[in-house]
């Protein structure tokens, strides 16, 4: 008797079922007759789509099975001595994802995740309580760069750090590798200038306060780092209030919910280049973005791609309502901190070999007759003399502050496009913009003694920093306080007499506008020395739901350990750049959250609400 001929259809079905080991009920969802269906579906309503959206492999659907749903809840089950994450989904998310969306998924690890919800059937409603699910994320990708001091597929979280009240924080890591090799292989031509080629593959996640992933970012669908309109590097993460994430890359802007699936992703306008930075949704519903210009005349003649200068205002259809054109509103000749820089870290152009190293009036006054342009310190459009790494906009005046990092200035500009005031040293402005310095004063309102670049009573200046923020929950129309990241290279307009003497703060001002003065309120960062020293990136930035400032010193440890330091310092630095995320009550000098990321190239982070994102 010939056995294959009497395998039947019906009988291999069952086979298989078996041979996976799963019930045949399981294996088929659908009707009586058409295709066959044979997904699984281990619970009362729909199958488990992980990663839904192609970028978000931490997450999952749960989907309806052809359900009406409503009154949902996730509660992703904690490792032992985990962190719990739980929230309630609204019924438009429901409606989206035509089912529960998961998030949190532990990586590379069998989750169990519990929902309750109300199933809508033929006009009756049935409640299911704390079902249960299994479900396997895998590890975490990241590729591999050609550095040798890569490991590990994504960062190494340390826990100092965190106190009870902070415990159900969850942070968004914007981070990034070094540049690989396939990487920052073309420039812009017609016109030169520009920064095109600064290109670092993204590192982006989230991270509980036990220091372990539970999101992460897997952009090879929307990025190609090969491609020049599909790469550059992802910054300027914000959570808007609708709970949607905004950011940029390169020549794109783009804004993602939490699962991954996209509400837009954008070129930018055809007269501007090079995002990068900064990216702020503002309260009247545009987008400010950090760009250049793709194409300015200077008034010598040439043309050129500016750099890092020029701030693009779109609206909800991609429509540029508005530019601040930075080098006709301040001074793009203005020296005296571009000849102070390090040049081993103009920001992210990073050279260890230049370390140390300044520029003379002599090297930048020959630019312009060699015309040399692009991704450069020097002064003159064309070249790197703004970095603007951050904006903010100010609804009670309709304006933007913006942390202008190659002038180690922090400049409030007017809808009228004037500037309003500067908070920097007064070295170095000419008419008019000198007369827009904020002027130091004490707690009593008391002008402080200031020669050159130094001033009494404990005030200092930011050097080259990163975020400038208005604390809009404490602030008023004329009285405001910013927050801000003091990268503090060029410290006092001068390079220390040793390395190992440079340090960062994270500082809040309180600005008087209309008497403008400024006070220094609040600082850390000197007191952790030279190993808490971050020569570019971080953030400060106040966060309202739990009245802290959240801080992220972003590159510590970029240029390893400096030789002139001595063993007993030596022993105290870290090997290798560990980006310290600190939060602090408001007031206070000791951190309530202290997490430390090894091996990490830091940008920003910032806690993450799921409630803003599932439940409103």
């Known amino acids: 008797m010939n056995i294959k001929a009497k395998i039947t259809p019906v009988a291999l079905a069952i086979a298989l079922a078996a041979g996976f080991g799963l019930p045949a009920a399981v294996q088929a969802s659908g009707g009586g007759s058409g295709p066959a269906v044979t997904y699984v579906a281990p619970g009362q309503i729909g199958e488990i789509v992980v990663n839904p959206y192609k970028i978000a492999p931490l997450t999952a659907v749960i989907k309806n099975g052809g359900y009406q749903l409503k009154d949902a809840t996730v509660r992703v089950v904690p490792k032992q001595g ?86 159900d924080r969850l942070y968004l890591i914007n981070n990034f590798l070094s540049t690989a090799p396939k990487q920052a292989r073309v420039v812009w031509n017609n016109p030169t200038g520009g920064a095109l080629e600064w290109n670092y593959y993204p590192q982006n996640a989230i991270i509980d306060t036990t220091g372990e992933v539970r999101w992460y970012m897997f952009v090879d669908p929307i990025y190609d780092p090969e491609t020049i309109y599909h790469s550059g590097i992802m910054m300027g993460f914000h959570m808007n209030q609708d709970g949607f994430l905004t950011f940029g890359y390169g020549q794109r802007y783009a804004k993602y919910d939490l699962m991954g699936r996209e509400v837009f992703n954008r070129r930018l306008p055809t007269g501007y280049a090079d995002f990068s930075h900064a990216l702020d949704p503002a309260q009247n519903g545009h987008l400010f973005l950090r760009v250049s210009s793709s194409d300015y005349r200077r008034p010598d003649g040439k043309r050129v791609h500016t750099v890092r200068d020029v701030i693009a205002e779109v609206d909800q259809n991609g429509n540029v309502v508005d530019d601040f054109r930075l080098f006709e509103i301040l001074d793009p000749y203005r020296d005296v901190v571009i000849k102070t820089l390090d040049q081993g870290a103009v920001c992210l152009n990073i050279d260890a070999s230049q370390a140390g190293k300044t520029l003379s009036a002599e090297e930048l006054a020959a630019m312009d007759k060699n015309d040399t342009f692009g991704d450069i310190p020097g002064v003159g459009p064309g070249r790197n003399w703004a970095h603007v790494n951050s904006i903010d906009y100010d609804p009670t005046d309709d304006s933007i502050i913006l942390s202008v990092r190659n002038q180690s200035a922090v400049v409030k500009i007017g809808r009228d496009h004037q500037v309003k005031w500067i908070l920097a040293s007064p070295e170095g402005w000419r008419s008019p913009w000198k007369d827009k310095v904020l002027k130091p004063v004490n707690a009593s309102g008391q002008m402080l003694k200031v020669e050159g670049s130094t001033c009494e009573g404990g005030f200092d200046w930011t050097w080259t920093q990163h975020s400038a923020f208005r604390v809009d929950e404490k602030s008023t129309k004329d009285v405001i306080y910013v927050s801000v990241f003091d990268n503090g290279d060029g410290r006092g307009m001068e390079q220390p007499a040793l390395p190992n003497m440079k340090y960062s703060r994270a500082v809040v001002y309180k600005i008087d506008q209309k008497k403008m003065t400024v006070q220094q309120v609040w600082e850390f960062g000197q007191e952790r020395g030279n190993d808490w020293y971050s020569p570019v990136t971080s953030l400060a930035k106040y966060q309202a739901d739990k009245d802290s400032v959240m801080v992220y010193s972003g590159s510590a440890g970029l240029f390893g350990k400096p030789s002139a330091m001595k063993p007993e310092e030596l022993a105290k630095m870290t090997k290798g750049v560990h980006p310290y995320l600190m939060e602090f009550k408001w007031g206070e000098k000791e951190p309530a959250v202290e997490i430390k990321l090894n091996d990490a190239m830091g940008y920003q982070a910032f806690p993450f609400n799921l409630q803003e994102a599932f439940e409103q």
């Open 82 to 167: 985990g962190q719990e994450i739980s929230y309630k989904v609204t019924d438009t998310l429901l409606r989206t994802h035509a089912g529960i969306p998961v998030f949190g998924l532990y990586p590379d690890y069998n989750n169990t995740v519990e929902v309750s919800y109300t199933i809508v059937d033929q006009g009756q409603e049935r409640r299911v309580e704390k079902e249960q699910y299994r479900i396997y994320a895998p590890a975490v990708y990241t590729p591999v760069n050609g550095s040798m001091a890569q490991h590990h597929n994504m960062f190494e979280t340390e826990v100092v750090k965190v106190d009870p009240e902070f415990k």
